[in-house]
């Protein structure tokens, strides 16, 4: 029983290091989708600044018609971009984070059983003792005892 708890500890042990793991893990996710966020947010200004010297350079009035519109329609892309790259981020960090709690909760699990697996060896060896105590009552040798000490004036 001893043995069964002290490698269920032991297994609760990995498996909140495990967890640890994981959440660092997502942190650094988050960490990275921050940067590339950024990145990508700066690259869309330098596209987008690019977009209107080209229309700007057209001689064609980028407030209105088909500069208007393909500017527009460029900014949303580059927006969608960045908010794809936000959200695959947050849904690994998540991820990451899930796994986590499910080591948390094996590791809980682990000790649970170690302890379960103790407390039975103990009510096995008690079961294993009173069952050698009614053998050996069956047997009369309490009550040759007995008799014995009461022979003896022991008792």
Partial sequence: GRAAEAQA???????NYNAQLQEREARAIEAKTRFESRRQAKAARRQMGRIRV????????PNEGAPLLAEAEQF????????????????????????????????????????????ASYLKAGGSLLQGFGAASEAGFFNKDYHLAKKHGIM
């Fill in 9 to 15: 500890k032991s297994e609760q042990n990995i498996s």
């Fill in 54 to 61: 080209k229309g700007a350079g057209s001689g064609a009035d």
């Fill in 76 to 119: 949303a892309e580059l927006e969608l971009e960045n908010m794809l790259i936000g959200y695959e981020g947050q849904t690994k960090a998540r991820k990451a984070r899930s796994q986590a709690a499910i080591d948390r909760a094996s590791g809980r699990a682990a000790r649970y059983r170690g302890k379960s697996a103790k407390r």
